[in-house]
C-alpha cells in the first residue's frame, strides 16, 4: 500500500472515529442496531428515489400493501397493510386490494395535531405521484411498462399544457373504491404485476399533507406507516431512524424452510415478539473499506453486509467463517444476490454508441479484453461468479446452462475485431483511432473509493493491451447517477438488484421505453423492444422463458452492456444480535431484528 493510500484511509478511520464520538449517545437500556453503508444515499421519498440504500431506508419507513414472508423459501407473499392478498381478475388486468382499518401513519406537523389514519385514497396519490413530471421518478418506467390505464395521458396532458399534474382527475387505471378498497386496472396483462404491491420504497404510501407541507423539500422528511421513522440525517454521513411509536401491532410469526436450522431457531425463539424490536437503527457512511470493517471488529458496528473484498480472504478463507471470529461468536449469513454488475457503454454517444457493425464491434471488442478471472479473483476476492447474461440467478427466467461470450476473456479476438473494422495505429502512438482517423478515447465514469480504484486498474491494463486509451472521470456515486440519467456518461459502471424474484427487471434495463430511467446504456433496439413486451404479458412458461432467451441474446449481440459478474455477499452479525438472516427481496429486515444492549456493552467493553 501507498504512503498516500495509507494516509488516506488512516483519515478516513479518524473521521468515522470522531463521527461515533460525537452521536448522542442512547440511553442506557436502547437496543440500538448500528451499522454502514458503503455508498451514500440520495433521499428518502419514494417517487424520487432508485439506489439501493435510499431505498433500504425508505422500505423501513413506508408500507407497501403486500410484503414477502422473511423466512419463506422459496420466497412468497403475504399481506401488509392489506387484508388479504389482492383480488386478481384471470386476465391479470385488475387488482382490487383492500387496505386494513385502523393503520396509523407517524406523528408529522404535517397532521397539525390529527392522527392521521392509511387509506386506499393514500395507495392511489402515491401511485399518481410516480406520474408528475414534477417529481421526475425513475420508477416511472415500471408502471408506464405495467400500462395502468389513463395516468400516462394525465402526464402527458400536464407536461403539453404546462400545468400542475391534476391528482384530482380520476382516472379509470387506479381509483378509491371506497374508504379502505382501491383498484388498479391495467390495458394489457401482467401476470407479475403483484410483485409492485411489495415494494416499499415504490410503492409505499405517503400521504399529501406531508408532500404539500414539506414541497421540494420532501426527500428530507419521509413520513410513513411503517415501523421506524427518520430522527436525525447528516447527508451522506450518518442516518437515525427511531421505533415508529405509532407503528401498529404486528408480532414475529415466520414460517422457515425445514431445510434451514438457524432460521427454524430463529422462529421459534422470537415468535411472538412485538415488532420492532430495535429502538433505534443508527447507520453511518463509511466508503473505505479499512474503517468499515475495523468498526466492525470493534464492535462500533453490530453487523457488517458485504465482507469487504480486501479482508475476504483474512475474514473466510475458503469462503469458510475464520476460526478467530467464529470463537467470538460472529455468524457468518452467505447468500448469492439476485444482482447483476455491468458496465454500460452510451448508445447515443458519438464514440461507443451506435447501432452500426463496426460500432457493435468496438463494444465486443472491449468485452472481449476484459478479464472477468482476474477481476473476480483479485478485485472481488472471488466473492461473485462470471454472469452470462443480465439475468441473475435467483429469478424466474434465469437458466443456469446458458452461456456467451459475456464471460469470454480472448484478446487476441478483440484485436482482430479492431483491426477489421479500422480501429488501428494510424499515427503510431501505440494507441488505436476511430475508423475516420479521429482519436479513440474511453472516458469511464467512477467513484472514489477503494473497489473502484482497483476495477480502474483492472481497465486501465485490459485496455492499454488492445491499444485503447481509457480515463477516469470520478465523482460521487449520487453525482454520477444524476449524470447518468442525464445521458451525459459515456461509460459507467453500476450493479442491478432485482426487488421481486422475476428476470424482467433485468431486461428491463435493454427496453427503449427505459432511457433515463433503468435504460442507463439508453438502449433502444426495435427488435428488442418487441421481444421485451411479448414476454412481460405472458404467464411464466416455454413460451415465456423462450423469448426471454431471445431477448438476452439480442443484448449480448448489441452489447450496450458489457455483463460482469454476479455477486455474492457474505454478512457478518456479533453474537448480540437476535434474528439476524437474509431475504433478497426484502429491504425492511430492520424490524425481524434485536440487539441485547448488555451482551453488546459487555462484548464492546471487555
Do not use: C
Not at 116 to 142: F, G, I, Q
Amino acid at each position: 500500500m501507498s504512503s498516500h493510500a495509507a494516509r488516506r484511509l488512516a483519515r478516513a478511520a479518524l473521521a468515522l472515529a470522531a463521527l461515533l464520538a460525537a452521536a448522542p449517545a442512547a440511553p442506557a437500556q436502547d437496543r440500538v442496531l448500528r451499522y454502514s453503508f458503503r455508498i451514500a444515499e440520495s433521499g428518502f421519498d419514494p417517487a424520487q428515489i432508485s439506489d439501493l440504500y435510499s431505498r433500504i431506508v425508505a422500505s423501513n419507513i413506508f408500507d407497501a400493501p403486500l410484503e414477502f414472508e422473511f423466512l419463506a423459501r422459496p420466497v412468497r407473499l403475504r399481506p401488509n397493510t392489506a387484508v388479504a392478498l389482492p383480488e386478481i381478475s384471470p386476465d391479470h388486468r385488475t387488482f382490487t386490494i383492500r387496505i386494513r382499518p385502523g393503520i396509523r401513519f407517524a406523528d408529522d406537523p404535517a397532521f397539525k395535531g390529527r392522527r392521521r389514519e392509511l387509506t386506499a385514497h393514500d395507495y392511489v396519490y402515491s401511485l399518481k405521484r410516480h406520474y408528475d413530471p414534477r417529481w421526475k421518478s425513475p420508477n416511472l418506467y415500471v408502471l408506464e411498462n405495467s400500462k395502468i390505464l389513463g395516468l400516462s395521458e394525465l402526464r402527458q396532458e400536464a407536461i403539453r399544457n404546462k400545468r400542475p399534474f391534476d391528482y384530482d382527475r380520476e382516472v379509470e387505471g387506479v381509483r378509491a373504491l371506497d374508504r379502505y378498497t382501491f383498484q388498479i386496472r391495467l390495458a394489457e396483462p401482467n401476470p407479475r404485476f403483484v410483485y409492485n404491491l411489495a415494494d416499499p420504497s415504490f410503492l409505499g404510501a405517503v400521504a399529501r399533507e406531508v408532500v404539500d407541507f414539506y414541497g421540494d423539500k420532501i426527500m428530507e422528511h419521509p413520513v410513513g406507516t411503517g415501523p421506524f421513522r427518520l430522527a436525525q440525517w447528516k447527508r451522506s454521513s450518518r442516518m437515525v431512524l427511531e421505533k415508529n411509536p405509532d407503528y401498529r401491532d404486528e408480532f414475529y410469526d415466520e414460517s422457515p424452510p425445514a431445510n434451514d436450522a438457524y432460521a427454524r431457531e430463529l422462529a421459534a425463539r422470537l415468535r411472538g415478539r412485538k415488532l420492532p424490536m430495535v429502538d433505534r437503527v443508527e447507520i453511518y457512511i463509511v466508503e473505505e473499506n479499512q474503517p468499515r470493517w475495523l468498526a466492525f471488529l470493534n464492535g462500533e458496528h453490530d453487523i457488517i453486509e458485504e465482507v469487504p473484498t480486501d479482508f475476504a480472504n483474512l475474514a473466510l478463507p475458503n469462503n469458510e467463517l475464520a476460526p478467530n471470529l467464529r470463537k467470538r461468536g460472529i455468524r457468518m449469513i452467505r447468500y448469492a444476490r439476485a444482482d447483476v454488475s455491468v458496465s454500460y457503454f452510451a448508445m447515443e454517444h458519438p464514440v461507443v454508441g451506435g447501432y452500426t457493425p463496426e460500432k457493435v464491434a468496438l463494444r465486443r471488442a472491449i468485452g472481449l479484453a476484459v478479464d472477468i478471472d482476474q477481476e473476480i479473483r483479485l478485485v472481488r476476492k472471488n466473492q461473485a461468479v462470471p454472469a452470462q447474461s443480465p439475468i441473475a440467478p435467483g429469478v424466474w427466467g434465469y437458466d443456469p446452462e446458458f452461456r456467451s461470450e459475456m464471460s469470454e476473456f480472448n484478446r487476441a479476438r478483440a484485436k482482430a475485431l479492431l483491426d477489421m473494422y479500422g480501429y488501428v495505429d494510424r499515427d503510431g502512438d501505440g494507441w488505436r483511432e476511430l475508423p475516420d482517423g479521429s482519436p479513440l478515447v474511453l472516458e469511464y465514469a467512477t467513484q472514489p473509493d477503494q473497489q473502484s480504484r482497483q476495477l480502474n486498474e483492472l481497465w486501465k491494463k485490459n485496455m492499454d493491451a488492445i491499444g485503447i486509451r481509457i480515463e477516469f472521470k470520478h465523482a460521487k456515486w449520487p453525482e454520477n447517477l444524476k449524470a447518468s440519467r442525464a445521458g451525459k456518461l459515456m461509460m459507467w459502471g453500476v450493479g442491478w438488484s432485482a426487488a421481486a424474484p422475476d428476470g424482467d427487471t433485468f431486461l428491463a434495463l435493454g427496453y427503449g421505453g427505459n432511457k433515463g430511467q433503468a435504460n442507463h446504456a439508453r438502449f433502444d433496439l426495435p427488435a428488442f423492444n418487441k421481444v421485451y413486451e411479448a414476454q412481460r404479458v405472458l404467464p411464466d412458461g416455454p413460451e415465456r422463458m423462450a423469448l426471454m432467451t431471445e431477448a438476452k441474446k439480442l443484448m449480448i449481440a448489441y452489447m450496450p452492456y458489457k455483463i460482469h459478474v454476479h455477486r455474492i455477499w457474505t454478512d457478518l452479525a456479533h453474537p448480540w444480535v437476535i434474528g439476524y438472516h437474509r431475504n433478497v427481496f426484502k429491504r425492511d429486515f430492520w424490524k425481524y431484528v434485536d440487539v441485547d444492549p448488555q451482551a453488546s456493552k459487555r462484548r464492546v467493553n471487555g
